[in-house]
Nanobody, 126 residues
Framework: QVQLVESGGGLVQAGGSLRLSCATS????????MGWFRQAPGKEREFVAG????????SYADSVKGRFTIARDNAKNTVHLQMNSLKPEDTAVYHC???????????????????WGQGTQVTVSS
């Protein structure tokens, strides 16, 4: 069983930055693709960013391209989401997730992910 724990959320003004981290347990982290998803109140959970197991291929939602960057550190079993130029519409609970497949590109579909963290709240004020 893989456990995922997010951190780094908080309250920030529009235009500001936050860096989310996801720490994972287990010794198979470097075989998993990783993703970040978010869920705003009253909305469906949506894909934000993903990175394949080697850290070479990444995917982003159109709404965050050019502002968010996903990266992984396989030596430390962590994945990060650097969020710049934050907007009020980025307000949500952010979850990291792990996908056990070895696909070349990270999936944007939440059903592909096997393990989920509890989430960290990000609030962007206008």
């Amino acid at each position: 069983q893989v456990q995922l724990v997010e951190s780094g959320g908080g309250l920030v003004q529009a235009g500001g930055s936050l860096r989310l981290s996801c720490a994972t347990s287990g010794d198979t982290f470097n075989t998993y693709a990783m993703g970040w998803f978010r869920q705003a109140p009253g909305k469906e959970r949506e894909f934000v960013a993903g990175i394949n197991w080697r850290g070479i291929s990444t995917s982003y939602a159109d709404s965050v391209k050019g502002r968010f960057t996903i990266a992984r550190d396989n030596a430390k079993n962590t994945v990060h989401l650097q969020m710049n130029s934050l907007k009020p519409e980025d307000t949500a609970v952010y979850h990291c997730a792990a996908d056990r497949t070895h696909s070349l590109t990270p999936s944007i579909n939440q059903v592909s992910y096997d393990y989920w963290g509890q989430g960290t709240q990000v609030t962007v004020s206008s």
